[in-house]
């Protein structure tokens, strides 16, 4: 190609070597081939050409280009390591406010918006900048006593007393102030997962598979942490209620990450690492092998920075980190837990709701 005349076009998208794109490089594509050599940095001088083929337009191009480097090179900022684990953990900050922000706005969907599918949950614009327009809830602690329900006998899936408001497709629950955690949690937990870049990189069947089996991982962490850093022992919400309550068999499994997370201490830069870690599982079973590829690595650039920050600012850096990794075992037990519980005691009663709530049977089952 360089010591031709010839002008090629890739017949693709022109990204047949772009390992972020394709799962599989189309090797065969020689226009995509010949840009990247020259991408990577194929230096015309080496090659060993005689006089006709130096004369080839390709190569005449290439001796261009070099030259222009040469006389105006190109000045790459040199960012260090330091500064790098900065930005991360500033954009994991402020995601973190942006999703407590979320939770304490004044958005509470109507039932229609819980009757989507996992897959319509991923592909959807992101409706985070809803809290933005809608502002906090009113209203808000609730002080009231709930009551054990009649027929599911757990406060977090409750008798729902419906009205209607139009046609009979789009019942809202009363009174509006009043959030149904256990779906709200989980569209949330979504909502969160798709602002991760890398979560574009995937191919749609990979990032269905990955939110399925992370959503329930990183609400507990984030719910527990809520409960935790307002130095309580209990499941609460930020509209004051706490669901579920004591009494309730399945409290225990709900509140299980909370007296790890006590124990240990946990700050607030090591939560948020922490919960991108537990995002980026590269061992979810259905995985493709592009998909593992792409999150083990984003998982390991989140363990370099919560390694790296707490190195230099623990004493005991290395056992710390260990410590906080091994909160992970406890979410994926308790994540298993909960889809037990939720097949043999949940879904019978949240089958005779008059919706369903599909991408919550979607996740439980995966």
């Known amino acids: 190609m360089c010591v031709s005349d010839s002008t090629l076009k890739c017949q693709l998208l022109n990204d047949c070597f772009d390992s972020s794109k394709r799962a599989q490089l189309q090797l ?6 010949y840009k990247k050599c020259i991408e990577v940095g194929m230096n015309s001088k080496a090659l060993e050409l005689n006089e006709t ?3 080839a337009l390709n190569f005449k191009k290439l001796a261009e280009v070099e ?3 040469l006389e105006f090179p190109t000045i790459q ?7 790098q684990n900065k ?3 500033d954009m994991l900050c402020y995601l973190e406010l942006k999703i407590d922000q979320f939770k304490n706005s004044a958005y509470n969907p109507l039932v229609i918006d819980y009757m989507k599918t996992t897959e319509e949950l991923v592909t959807r614009k992101s409706i985070l900048c809803l809290a ?8 808000w602690p609730i002080n009231r006593k709930v009551e054990l329900p009649k027929v599911s006998r757990m406060r977090d899936v409750p008798d729902i007393d419906m009205k209607y408001s139009g046609p009979p497709a789009r019942p809202i629950f009363s009174p509006a102030n009043q959030k149904m955690w256990m779906f709200f949690n989980m569209m949330t937990t979504i909502e969160y997962a798709k602002t991760f870049n890398f979560l574009q990189k995937l191919d749609l069947n990979d990032q269905i ?9 990183c609400m507990n962490l984030h719910n527990s942490y809520y409960a935790v850093s307002r130095k309580m022992e209990k499941c609460m919400h930020p509209d004051g209620t706490e669901q579920p309550q004591r009494d309730e068999y399945h409290y225990p499994v709900v509140s299980m990450a909370l007296a790890p997370l006590i124990r240990c201490d946990i700050q607030p830069i090591e939560y948020i690492l922490l919960k991108a870690i537990g995002l980026c599982n590269p061992t979810v079973h259905g995985l493709s092998e592009h998909g593992q590829t792409i999150i083990a690595k984003e998982r390991q650039q989140f363990s370099d920075v919560l390694l790296d920050h707490c190195l230099r600012n623990r004493s005991d850096g290395p056992s710390r980190f260990v410590e906080l990794l091994g909160i992970i075992s406890v979410l994926l037990r308790q994540q298993r837990l ?3 519980i939720h097949i043999y005691h949940i879904s019978p009663i949240i089958s005779r709701f008059p919706f369903p709530v599909q991408f919550l049977d979607e996740i439980m089952y995966s």
């Open 338 to 340: 909960q889809k037990d």
């Open 67 to 69: 030259k222009e480097q």
């Open 132 to 139: 933005d327009h809608l502002g906090p809830m009113s209203g």
């Open 53 to 55: 083929e130096k004369e």
């Open 28 to 33: 065969r594509c020689q226009s995509c081939r």
């Open 87 to 89: 930005t991360i953990i």
């Open 77 to 83: 900022a040199i960012i260090s390591k330091e500064n």
């Open 209 to 217: 598979v990955l939110v399925g089996q992370t959503t329930l991982l």
